[in-house]
């Protein structure tokens, strides 16, 4: 266990549907993430959340909303997705220092299918 | 904007043997560079940091390089075993303190 955990752990939506991601971390961290995975791709950083301001979106489109209620949870809201937004969807938690980000602490991710 | 080249998308070696995954980045030059094991249906796993003051690290029998001239990273496994299979993820800091992932080397040990 990595201390960052994800639900659901597999989405299949409809394009017209609304759902929900939810992450959260149990370690204590500052900093909070939400990255994309498609196949043969590499990892895409969509959010990042400091002291839960968004201080990142990587020209994210609207269908992607973000909530970071507290520290220590992230939410991922999907409504309208295409069949392109089929992906993993990885949610990381760190610690932020005056250095930088240190280790990122991976959950193990929502693979999402979208019809 | 960065971009990252992992010298190959999957390696093959024989067990025991050293296991080298390459990677290349381009425009600019990263404060630190990360390394992750990736295996499959799973996150990513957080293995190793070195800093652009940092030649090299190295943690058991993993062993991290850091050239800034030629802009490369060596990440090295030494003495490999079969459960060292997965994918390698290089992750430098992008300019923001955010990190930019490669799309990885899927090594496999063979036995």
């Known amino acids: 266990e990595t201390g960052v955990t994800q639900t659901p752990r597999h989405l299949v939506m409809g394009m017209t549907n609304k759902k929900s991601l939810k992450c959260e971390q149990h370690?204590?961290?500052?900093?909070m993430y939400w990255y994309k995975q498609s196949a043969k791709k590499p990892l895409e950083l969509m959010f990042v959340?400091?002291?839960?301001?968004?201080?990142e979106n990587n020209s994210v489109p609207s269908r992607f909303s973000p909530e970071c209620p507290n520290s220590s949870h992230l939410f991922l809201h999907l409504h309208t997705l295409q069949p392109e937004d089929s992906a993993l969807y990885l949610c990381?938690?760190?610690?932020?220092?005056?250095?930088?980000?240190?280790?990122?602490?991976f959950g193990s991710g929502t693979q999402l299918s979208v019809l | 904007s960065q971009k990252i080249e992992q010298n190959s998308e999957a390696l093959n070696i024989q067990e025991g043997k050293t296991a080298t995954l390459t990677c290349n980045y381009t425009n600019y030059s990263p404060a630190y560079l990360q390394w992750y094991r990736q295996d499959p249906g799973r996150g990513p796993v957080f293995l190793l940091l070195?800093?652009?003051?940092?030649k090299e690290k190295r943690k058991e029998r993993l062993k991290v390089t850091f050239d800034t001239t030629l802009k490369q990273s060596l990440f090295h496994i030494t003495a490999s075993q079969p459960a060292d299979s997965a994918t390698y993820l290089c992750a430098p800091e992008d300019g923001a303190n955010n990190l930019f992932f490669g799309t990885g080397t899927r090594l496999t040990v063979i036995p």
């Open positions: 990381a938690s760190s610690q932020a220092d005056r250095r930088g980000h240190e280790k990122l602490f």
């Open positions: 370690l204590g961290h500052n900093a």
């Open positions: 959340y400091n002291f839960k301001e968004q201080t």
């Open positions: 070195i800093r652009e003051n940092e």
